[in-house]
């Protein structure tokens, strides 16, 4: 059963306990639609307040939203601030210095503490030492790092200079980096020796070398190396510098730079359904806004909390909910670089347990993988952990089944912590449909109701409402303070892709298919409606994948589907023709390993496909249209039938039928 249908089949609904509704910061239904009348009231009024009362302001704002060039909307244009300062010194000058901020645990197990004066001081160390290399104001940095402080501290870094960041997951082959520090056009990169993922030393800096070698980004004067491993690395002088000694060599004071509120805070790369990943761009005051407000409502964050997002900085969660939300508030957080199921699958639970986790934030591919290990294996079951720290656990980046939704609730939460199912994307800049723990009550499978300020809706392909009950496309009315800007050197594709004419050009289109619920109005996600895979929670255009393959010289035509994955959500299918006869038994199997290794080092290990299909041709219509529609249902194993009636070559389809 797919998860959809069984989200449709789950009709239990969890209210909020009286402990969870006590103190939260939104305490009921109508605590909730009070602030969203509210904002129906006074949209400029609504988020000034918010703004006001959750940032620290060098200079006050007098314009809230701006809508003169819309789609290019502006938010509390003429404020000035600085993310680093609402993060770091504000805390620190509030005489909270001591205060943990970060709680960080290595893949082996040790555990560093850094305090937020202490977080400040090496914040400060390496804006000094990026301004030595003489990285300004408006200049790109790229980051390609490890889960380490230093990663938090290389982001921060560059916002307290006002140096866009552009982070690159370090899953990434040096290709996808390549590709990256060109487009964003890039003069510093900070990179590590090696990342240690599940006890393997991978080579970062032998990729970024390789990245920076293949051309188009000279301008990249400096590359800063985090020393984790102490592993061999080839040097590059006086371009490499190692990120301990440049910072050793300065004052641990850095006086932040002011920025208007609209200056871009980062860029991040995200896939889309045609041509290369945007360079998602995101605001300063905005984003950083709603960064900490989600917070205080979708994980009612008290001061007591500590918090865990599990998310690699490599991706938006770690960007908002690791490096700026919690540090915007004072937060203390856990910070991981390892994996689940390294030593063993116990290691989240573990880590629960050890650090007191009382905000725990994941996504649903962990804890189905979680699931598995933990039913084979008694001592890694979460019941054989304390985890009554716990008081909220939290979903992103993928639907969540039914199933998983309620193991999470019973067997880690202990049935006493509201799950919290959060949609939201990187274009979005966080939350935006989400539970609030103290007022709504939870349905498995649904992200329930927009965060108060937020208006999603569904609408049909002519932008007009859907009513309730009806499927349709997932968007958002009117523009919010942390939406993305533009796409990073292409305003054109900004527009086309986010704000589309056929919906009338004011509409903001998620990419989503949706529904709402009839009597309640809660949404489910329904998927993707364009060519994006959603892999473990990962974002991969279906064309990428395509061209990396059609890249490869033996391919002579590639076509790239999802199917449902029980564990992964979704999983990549290829079918591919070859300039060759088409391979069959052990030979097929050779090509399509090679195939997916060839994946592998173009574009990144989590965009291989897991099932490589041979064919001699792929369906098309007499036009010569691949027909994907057909290549789903082949790739799920279902039976054709749908009308092949327009197919140039329908014999095709039993063929590939067969997998390999
Ligand atoms: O399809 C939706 C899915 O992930 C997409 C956004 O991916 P990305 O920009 O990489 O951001 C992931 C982390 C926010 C969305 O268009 N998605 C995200 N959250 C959910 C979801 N699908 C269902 N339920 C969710 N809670």
Not at 7 to 28: D, K, T
Not at 128 to 133: D, I, Q, S
Request: hydrophobic share 40%.
């Amino acid at each position: 059963m797919s998860a959809i249908e069984s989200v449709l089949h789950e009709s239990r609904v969890f209210a909020p306990s009286a402990e969870a509704a006590a103190g939260a910061a939104i305490s009921g239904m109508d605590a909730y639609r009070a602030l969203m009348a509210e904002a129906e009231r006074d949209y400029d009024g609504f988020w000034a307040k918010l703004a006001r009362e959750t940032l620290s302001w060098r200079k006050p704002f007098s314009k809230v939203l701006d809508e003169t060039n819309a789609p290019f909307y502006t938010w509390f244009e003429d404020g000035e601030l600085n993310a680093s300062h609402n993060c770091l010194d504000r805390h620190v000058e509030a005489g909270n210095g001591d205060r943990t901020a970060l709680i960080f645990e290595a893949d082996g197990g040790e555990v560093t503490r850094v305090t937020y004066q202490d977080l400040l001081q090496r914040v400060c160390r390496f804006a000094n030492a990026l301004k030595r290399r003489g990285v300004k104001k408006g200049d790109r940095v790229v980051i390609y790092m490890p889960m380490s402080v230093e990663g938090v501290v290389a982001m921060q870094a560059c916002a307290r200079i006002g140096a866009p960041h552009s982070v690159v997951f370090g899953g990434f082959s040096s290709k996808s980096l390549n590709e990256r520090l060109v487009d964003v056009g890039a003069v510093a990169l900070v990179t590590a020796d090696e990342q240690m993922r599940g006890g393997k030393a991978l080579p970062l800096k032998r990729i970024a070398d390789e990245a920076l070698a293949m051309g188009g980004c000279e301008a990249v004067q400096s590359v800063f190396v985090y020393r984790r491993t102490g592993g061999e690395v080839e040097w590059h002088a006086p371009r490499d510098i190692w990120m301990d000694e440049a910072a050793a060599q300065e004052a641990d004071t850095c006086a932040p730079e002011w920025v208007g509120a609209e200056h871009p805070l980062f860029v991040l790369y995200t896939s889309g359904s045609t041509g290369k990943p945007k360079g998602v761009q995101h605001s300063t005051g905005g984003y950083l806004l709603w960064a900490a407000q989600t917070i205080k409502w979708t994980f009612d964050w008290k001061p007591s909390d500590v918090f865990w997002c599990t998310a690699d900085i490599g991706w938006v969660t770690g960007h908002t909910y690791i490096t700026y939300g919690p540090l915007a508030l004072g937060a203390t957080q856990v910070v991981f670089e390892g994996v689940p199921t390294y030593p063993d699958g116990g290691r989240f639970w573990n880590m629960i347990e050890k650090h007191k986790v009382s905000v725990f934030y994941t996504a649903p591919t962990a804890i189905r993988s979680l699931i598995k290990i933990a039913e084979a294996d008694a001592k890694v079951h979460p019941r054989s952990y304390d985890l009554s720290s716990l008081r909220i656990l939290g979903t992103v980046g993928e639907p969540i089944n039914p199933e998983a939704w309620i193991w999470y609730h019973e067997q880690v939460g202990g049935s006493r912590c509201p799950v919290v199912d959060t949609w939201w994307q990187t274009e979005t800049g966080g939350h935006m449909i989400a539970p609030m723990p103290g007022a709504t009550p939870l349905v498995p499978g649904s992200c329930t109701l927009p965060l108060p300020g937020i208006m999603a809706a569904i609408v049909d392909e002519t932008g007009q409402d859907v009513p309730n009950g009806q499927g349709g496309i997932l968007v958002v009315k009117r523009p919010w303070p942390a939406m993305l800007r533009t796409v990073w050197g292409d305003p054109e594709r900004y527009k086309k892709s986010y704000f589309p004419a056929e919906l009338g050009g004011k509409l903001y289109l998620a990419g989503d298919g949706s529904v709402r619920d009839k009597e309640t109005g809660y949404f489910t996600i329904m998927g993707r409606i364009d060519d994006v895979l959603n892999v473990s929670g990962h974002r991969l255009g279906t064309m990428e994948i395509e061209s990396a393959l059609v890249s490869n010289p033996i391919v002579a035509e590639a076509a790239v589907v999802g199917r449902p994955d029980d564990t992964t959500g979704e999983a990549v299918v290829a079918f591919v023709v070859l300039k060759r006869p088409r391979p069959e038994g052990e030979e097929a199997v050779k090509l399509a390993n090679e195939l997916r290794a060839w994946v592998g080092k173009e574009i990144g290990p989590i965009a291989k496909p897991k099932d490589v299909r041979f064919g001699d041709n792929l369906p098309k219509t007499r036009s010569g249209k691949i027909m994907r529609r057909l290549l789903r249902s082949l790739a799920k194993g279902e039976e054709i039938t749908q009308d092949v009636s327009t197919l140039e070559n329908p014999a095709i389809l039993e063929q590939l039928a067969q997998g390999r």
